[in-house]
């Protein structure tokens, strides 16, 4: 298992609670490396895309500069409206290894729409579902299985 997180507080809790066969890196997901500033005044963390004036910042890269070598079999992302970008950063491991993939899609209005419709764009044979984890669809999380 890889687990991911930029937030050096949170990263050291989880490294701390998660210990039996997981590779933890301390960076976020994203389209390609780079710096970018982050907030972590929300309790869950985000990328600012938008504010350069931040002193916070953080390490990104592709999951395809990361993960090289192994089959991934299995994809979660819940990273705070930076999920369409994360998948353009793990294009060569979708489409070669074409793993299970749960990507929140409620963060930002359009990725109930331009997810999906990417996600096909890359690999048409997923099939698509959307599940409903909470009351009044307040965490979305859509589905691509191939079988």
Same mark, same amino acid.
């Given at each position: 298992?890889? /687990?991911?997180? =930029?937030?050096?507080?949170?990263? !050291?809790?989880?490294?701390?609670?998660?210990?039996?066969?997981?590779?933890?890196?301390?960076?976020?997901?994203? !389209?390609?490396?780079?710096?970018?500033?982050?907030? /972590?005044? $929300?309790?869950?963390?985000?990328?600012?895309?938008?504010?350069? $004036?931040?002193?916070?910042?953080?390490?990104?890269?592709?999951?395809? $500069?990361?993960?090289?070598?192994? $089959?991934?079999?299995?994809?979660?992302?819940?990273?705070?409206?930076?999920?369409? @970008?994360?998948?353009?950063?793990?294009?060569?491991? #979708?489409?070669?290894?074409? =793993?299970?993939?749960?990507?929140?899609? *409620?963060?930002?209005? !359009?990725?109930?729409?331009?997810? @999906?419709? *990417?996600?096909?764009? #890359?690999? =048409?044979?997923?099939?698509? +579902?959307?599940?409903?984890? *909470?009351? +009044?669809?307040?965490?979305?999380?859509?589905? /691509?299985?191939? !079988?």
């Amino acid at each position: 298992y890889y /687990a991911l997180e =930029p937030d050096s507080r949170l990263f !050291e809790v989880l490294r701390s609670k998660i210990t039996d066969k997981v590779i933890h890196i301390s960076v976020g997901a994203w !389209e390609r490396k780079e710096q970018l500033c982050f907030s /972590a005044e $929300n309790g869950c963390g985000e990328i600012l895309v938008e504010n350069n $004036n931040s002193e916070r910042r953080i390490e990104v890269d592709k999951l395809d $500069n990361l993960i090289t070598e192994e $089959n991934v079999t299995f994809i979660k992302m819940d990273i705070e409206g930076a999920e369409l @970008p994360a998948l353009h950063g793990a294009l060569k491991i #979708i489409k070669r290894d074409k =793993p299970t993939l749960a990507i929140c899609v *409620y963060h930002k209005r !359009e990725d109930l729409i331009t997810i @999906p419709q *990417y996600i096909k764009k #890359i690999v =048409p044979e997923y099939k698509l +579902y959307l599940r409903v984890h *909470y009351a +009044y669809a307040s965490e979305l999380v859509l589905y /691509a299985v191939c !079988e």
